[in-house]
Protein backbone atom coordinates (compact mmCIF):
# COMPACT_ATOMS: atom_id res chain seq x y z
CA UNK A 1 0.00 0.00 0.00
CA UNK A 2 2.78 2.23 1.01
CA UNK A 3 4.25 1.91 -2.80
CA UNK A 4 0.87 2.12 -4.17
CA UNK A 5 0.57 5.71 -2.17
CA UNK A 6 3.73 6.90 -3.41
CA UNK A 7 2.87 6.07 -6.48
CA UNK A 8 -0.26 8.02 -6.62
CA UNK A 9 1.24 10.93 -4.73
CA UNK A 10 3.69 10.95 -7.69
CA UNK A 11 1.35 10.93 -10.26
CA UNK A 12 -1.30 13.31 -8.82
CA UNK A 13 0.59 16.94 -10.52
CA UNK A 14 0.04 15.74 -13.88
CA UNK A 15 -3.51 14.27 -13.40
CA UNK A 16 -4.23 17.49 -11.99
CA UNK A 17 -2.58 19.32 -14.98
CA UNK A 18 -5.23 16.82 -17.00
CA UNK A 19 -8.14 18.19 -15.08
CA UNK A 20 -6.91 21.81 -15.11
CA UNK A 21 -7.02 21.42 -18.73
CA UNK A 22 -10.18 19.73 -18.81
CA UNK A 23 -11.96 22.17 -17.00
CA UNK A 24 -10.41 25.22 -18.79
CA UNK A 25 -12.17 23.39 -21.78
CA UNK A 26 -15.23 23.99 -20.42
CA UNK A 27 -17.58 27.07 -20.58
CA UNK A 28 -16.93 28.96 -17.60
CA UNK A 29 -20.42 28.05 -15.81
CA UNK A 30 -19.79 24.17 -16.05
CA UNK A 31 -19.01 23.71 -12.63
CA UNK A 32 -20.15 26.51 -10.72
CA UNK A 33 -23.39 28.58 -11.12
CA UNK A 34 -24.31 30.40 -8.00
CA UNK A 35 -27.54 31.89 -8.06
CA UNK A 36 -26.01 35.16 -7.25
CA UNK A 37 -24.03 36.36 -10.10
CA UNK A 38 -21.53 38.66 -7.84
CA UNK A 39 -20.88 36.36 -5.60
CA UNK A 40 -20.13 32.98 -8.41
CA UNK A 41 -17.94 35.70 -10.09
CA UNK A 42 -16.07 36.46 -6.85
CA UNK A 43 -15.87 32.49 -6.33
CA UNK A 44 -14.70 31.91 -9.79
CA UNK A 45 -11.91 34.57 -9.26
CA UNK A 46 -10.79 33.15 -6.01
CA UNK A 47 -10.24 29.70 -7.67
CA UNK A 48 -7.52 30.78 -9.55
CA UNK A 49 -5.45 31.32 -6.56
CA UNK A 50 -6.52 28.34 -4.93
CA UNK A 51 -6.23 26.23 -8.40
CA UNK A 52 -2.05 27.28 -8.98
CA UNK A 53 -1.52 26.62 -5.25
CA UNK A 54 -2.54 23.20 -5.36
CA UNK A 55 -1.02 22.53 -8.33
CA UNK A 56 2.39 23.35 -6.56
CA UNK A 57 1.60 21.87 -3.55
CA UNK A 58 0.73 18.75 -5.44
CA UNK A 59 4.57 19.17 -7.27
CA UNK A 60 6.27 19.39 -3.96
CA UNK A 61 4.03 16.79 -2.30
CA UNK A 62 5.90 14.23 -5.23
CA UNK A 63 8.82 15.88 -4.65
CA UNK A 64 9.10 14.88 -0.96
CA UNK A 65 7.69 11.56 -0.94
CA UNK A 66 10.47 10.60 -3.01
CA UNK A 67 13.58 12.47 -0.88
CA UNK A 68 14.05 14.90 -3.53
CA UNK A 69 12.58 17.93 -2.07
CA UNK A 70 15.95 20.91 -2.34
CA UNK A 71 15.17 24.42 -2.47
CA UNK A 72 16.52 24.05 -6.54
CA UNK A 73 13.19 21.41 -7.39
CA UNK A 74 10.87 23.65 -5.23
CA UNK A 75 11.89 26.85 -7.49
CA UNK A 76 11.52 24.32 -10.32
CA UNK A 77 8.00 23.05 -9.32
CA UNK A 78 6.97 26.95 -8.85
CA UNK A 79 8.01 28.08 -11.60
CA UNK A 80 6.67 24.80 -13.58
CA UNK A 81 3.15 25.76 -11.93
CA UNK A 82 3.10 29.43 -12.77
CA UNK A 83 3.82 28.49 -16.47
CA UNK A 84 1.23 25.93 -16.42
CA UNK A 85 -0.82 29.25 -15.49
CA UNK A 86 0.23 31.26 -18.46
CA UNK A 87 -0.65 28.46 -20.53
CA UNK A 88 -4.06 27.43 -19.55
CA UNK A 89 -5.32 31.35 -19.88
CA UNK A 90 -3.65 31.11 -23.39
CA UNK A 91 -5.48 27.83 -24.06
CA UNK A 92 -9.05 29.14 -22.67
CA UNK A 93 -8.37 32.47 -25.21
CA UNK A 94 -9.45 29.88 -27.94
CA UNK A 95 -12.33 27.97 -26.11
CA UNK A 96 -16.25 30.27 -26.41
CA UNK A 97 -17.63 31.92 -23.66
CA UNK A 98 -14.03 31.83 -21.86
CA UNK A 99 -11.70 34.58 -21.52
CA UNK A 100 -8.27 34.75 -20.91
CA UNK A 101 -6.17 37.66 -19.01
CA UNK A 102 -3.12 39.38 -17.43
CA UNK A 103 -4.84 39.44 -14.11
CA UNK A 104 -5.72 36.10 -14.18
CA UNK A 105 -2.65 35.49 -15.22
CA UNK A 106 -1.00 37.25 -12.27
CA UNK A 107 -3.54 35.66 -10.13
CA UNK A 108 -2.32 32.10 -10.84
CA UNK A 109 1.17 33.38 -10.24
CA UNK A 110 0.44 34.90 -6.52
CA UNK A 111 -1.45 31.58 -5.54
CA UNK A 112 1.75 29.58 -6.71
CA UNK A 113 3.83 32.07 -4.77
CA UNK A 114 1.88 32.13 -1.47
CA UNK A 115 2.38 28.31 -1.03
CA UNK A 116 5.90 28.64 -2.20
CA UNK A 117 7.18 31.22 0.04
CA UNK A 118 5.28 29.00 2.81
CA UNK A 119 7.62 26.01 2.38
CA UNK A 120 10.81 27.50 2.12
CA UNK A 121 10.18 29.45 5.70
CA UNK A 122 8.31 26.31 7.14
CA UNK A 123 10.26 23.26 5.58
CA UNK A 124 13.52 24.31 4.42
CA UNK A 125 13.63 26.93 7.64
CA UNK A 126 11.68 25.50 10.28
CA UNK A 127 12.05 21.61 8.95
CA UNK A 128 8.26 21.29 10.16
CA UNK A 129 4.59 21.23 8.58
CA UNK A 130 2.85 18.63 5.93
CA UNK A 131 5.96 18.13 4.04
CA UNK A 132 7.97 17.14 6.49
CA UNK A 133 5.15 14.13 7.27
CA UNK A 134 4.94 13.30 3.23
CA UNK A 135 9.07 12.52 3.32
CA UNK A 136 8.87 10.55 6.32
CA UNK A 137 5.86 8.47 4.36
CA UNK A 138 8.09 8.19 1.96
CA UNK A 139 11.10 6.80 3.86
CA UNK A 140 12.39 3.48 3.20
CA UNK A 141 12.63 1.13 6.39
Avoid: C
Wanted: aromatic content about 14%; hydrophobic content about 50%; charged content about 20%.
Amino acid sequence: MKKTLKILVTILPFLYMIAIWIMSSKPDDIILDLPSSSVDRFIKEALHLVEFAILYILFVSALAINQKLKPGFSLAAAIIAGLYGIVDEYHQSFIPYRSASLIDVAKDIIGVLAVYFHVQYHYFKHTRGFLTLIEKFGEKK
